[in-house]
């Protein structure tokens, strides 16, 4: 463990060695029972208890009220782009998405494969470097939930103050930023993650729904994609995830031993600050894809050099380095560098200096 790169990427993230270690001593026996996690039924009992210890310490670490649904569901955040359509897009019934880069612009086309669906704002004309003013806006009669993405992967922009549409139900994406920060989750209709960012390995998506909302979805679509039919059978409708999920109580695990939300924050804002300032204090060598500190993403943090050329040869030294999947996305270009929860400041530490040692050589 001691002499792994150290792993940048976008997701699937980084996982802390303690969780890695405990999920490698479970793939050949779970403690107390023998036999491995990969193949105990998802209806023992042991199965039973790890879904609600992994429910309930995402319940903990986030403040989930009891007004609120957690359901472990599969097909990624994409899925649930078209699972959240399913459910509440209805003749007469639209959806209004803020479209702040790539995902939101995905979530947006595909619930309008299945119903009525438009932008509300977008900052695609800035190149998704920003975050769209809202002040002002409304959403029209007839919206049925206004979806947002928390934390712009790809472009490196977050919410730092997620925005507040009144009565209007919010549905936010929260798949790049979900347990980095605190968040209010009682303003939120529903919360959906991919887990393989912050939250676990791929292969289960962590859904949190409002109850009353859930219940005011269509009936008359598949059992499989209704959020309630999920709800009513503890998320073993179908064979859930069961690996994935006893990896997500792992982290759970680890992140409370952290000091919780409260605790990662403050390590995910340190992180975030030494690399902006690094960034910032280079003379313009470096330069970071999106200016104004509010609109920064702490999670995933873009920047470019003066030449694609450069850029080129700065990932391969850094990986040669022990500095990992520090590519940027094509559609943004340049480097990215991924500061998940289990990404150490130690981490960030190393990619400094780094970065000041290639200025310097370069
Ligand atoms: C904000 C956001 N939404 C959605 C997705 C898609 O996630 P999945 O691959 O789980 O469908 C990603 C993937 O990176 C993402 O960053």
């Known amino acids: 463990m001691a002499t792994r790169p150290v792993n940048f990427s976008p997701g699937p993230a980084i996982l802390a060695p303690p969780v890695l270690e405990q999920a490698a001593r479970a793939v050949v026996a779970l403690d107390g029972v023998g036999l491995s996690i990969l193949e105990i039924s998802h209806r023992s009992a042991t199965f039973e208890k790890i879904l609600a210890d992994a429910r309930d310490g995402i319940r903990r670490l986030m403040g989930v009220p009891d007004t609120h649904e957690i359901l472990f569901l599969q097909g990624g955040a994409r899925g649930q782009f078209a699972q959240l359509a399913l459910n509440f897009l209805k003749p007469g019934v639209a959806g209004a998405y803020v479209d702040t880069g790539a995902w939101s612009r995905y979530a947006l086309e595909e619930a309008g494969t299945l119903g009525e669906t438009y932008a509300l704002a977008s900052s695609k004309e800035q190149g998704y470097t920003v975050l769209p003013p809202l002040a002002g806006l409304a959403p029209r009669a007839g919206t049925g939930f206004v979806h947002t993405t928390s934390n712009n992967t790809i472009y490196g922009t977050q919410w730092q103050d997620l925005p507040d549409f009144g009565d209007v139900p919010h549905i936010c994406d929260m798949s790049s930023d979900i347990m980095s920060r605190p968040v209010d989750v009682s303003r939120f209709k529903m919360i959906y993650a991919g887990a393989q960012k912050n939250a676990g390995p791929s292969g289960v998506t962590l859904v949190i729904i409002d109850r009353d909302f859930m219940e005011s979805a269509r009936k008359d679509i598949p059992k499989i994609w209704q959020y309630r039919i999920q709800a009513k059978k503890g998320?073993?409708?179908?064979?859930?995830?069961?690996?994935?999920?006893?990896?997500?109580?792992?982290?759970?695990?680890?992140?409370?031993?952290?000091?919780?939300?409260?605790?990662?924050?403050?390590?995910?804002?340190?992180?975030?600050?030494?690399?902006?300032?690094?960034?910032d204090g280079s003379d313009g060598y470096y330069k970071a894809n999106v200016a104004a500190w509010e609109h920064r993403s702490r999670m995933n943090v873009t920047w470019r050099l003066t030449s694609e050329e450069l850029e080129k040869t700065f990932i391969a030294e850094a990986g040669a380095a022990g500095l990992s999947s520090l590519k940027g996305h094509r559609d943004a270009g340049g480097l990215r560098a991924s500061l998940y929860n289990q990404l150490p400041l130690e981490g960030v530490e190393r990619l400094v200096e780094f970065m000041q040692a290639f200025k310097k050589s370069h």
Request: glycine share 8%; proline share 7%; aromatic share 12%.
């Open 235 to 279: 998320s073993m409708f179908n064979t859930p995830p069961t690996f994935a999920i006893y990896a997500v109580g792992l982290v759970t695990q680890w992140l409370e031993a952290q000091g919780g939300v409260p605790g990662i924050t403050a390590v995910n804002e340190k992180k975030a600050r030494l690399l902006y300032d690094a960034i």
